[in-house]
C-alpha cells in the first residue's frame, strides 16, 4: 500500500460519507455543508488523477459557486427545518437489498475490465491540452452551456420574484 492508494481511500470514504451525511442530516443547510465536504473530497481525486485542472475548476465551481447558489434557495424558499421523516423497516430492507444489488452488479462489470495500455504522456501538459479541446473543439457545447445557465438563472430571479400586494 503506498501513499497515494492511502489518500485515494481517504478521499473516497470522505466522499462517500458526505454523501452519506447528505441523506441522513435533517437541517437544510448542514446538508450543504456536508454537500461541500464531497465536492472537495472529488477535488482531491482529481488532483490525485493529474487533473489538476478540473479539481480547480471543482472547488471553484462546485463548492463555491454552486454551493452560494445552494444558500440563496434555501434562504429564497420557506422550509420547515423540523420535518420528521416517516422510516419503516421494509423502505430500509429494500434499500439495503438495491445498494447490495448495486454494488455486485458494478463489481461484476469491472472485474474482468481491460483499459488497454497506460497513457505515457498523462502527467505532461494536461492543463494546457483541456484549454485547447474546450476552446477548439467544443467551442459550441461551452457557449451553449453559458447560455442555458444563463437563461437558468433569469428563470430563478423570475421564480423568486414577489409580486406586487403579495405577502410574505
Given at each position: ?27 437544510v ?12 473530497s ?86 494546457r ?34 409580486r ?5
Open positions: 500500500m503506498n501513499g497515494e492508494f492511502l489518500a485515494f481511500l481517504i478521499l473516497s470514504g470522505t466522499a462517500i460519507l458526505g454523501g452519506i451525511l447528505m441523506i441522513n442530516l435533517k437541517k443547510v448542514h446538508m450543504l455543508l456536508s454537500v461541500v465536504l464531497t465536492f472537495v472529488l477535488a482531491g481525486i482529481y488532483v490525485l488523477l493529474s487533473a489538476e485542472f478540473v479539481a480547480v475548476v471543482q472547488i471553484l465551481i462546485y463548492s463555491g459557486a454552486i454551493t452560494i447558489l445552494l444558500t440563496f434557495g434555501i434562504m429564497l424558499t420557506d422550509h420547515k427545518a423540523e420535518e420528521d421523516r416517516v422510516s419503516s423497516r421494509i423502505r430500509a430492507a429494500l434499500a439495503g437489498l438495491g445498494v447490495i444489488i448495486f454494488f455486485f452488479t458494478v463489481y461484476a462489470g469491472i472485474r474482468n475490465l481491460y483499459f488497454g495500455p497506460g497513457a505515457e504522456t498523462l502527467h505532461a501538459d494536461n492543463t491540452k483541456v484549454g485547447e479541446s474546450i476552446f477548439s473543439h467544443y467551442v459550441i457545447p461551452f457557449e451553449l452551456v453559458s447560455i442555458v445557465l444563463l437563461v437558468a438563472l433569469m428563470g430563478a430571479v423570475v421564480l423568486t420574484r414577489r406586487e400586494g403579495e405577502d410574505q
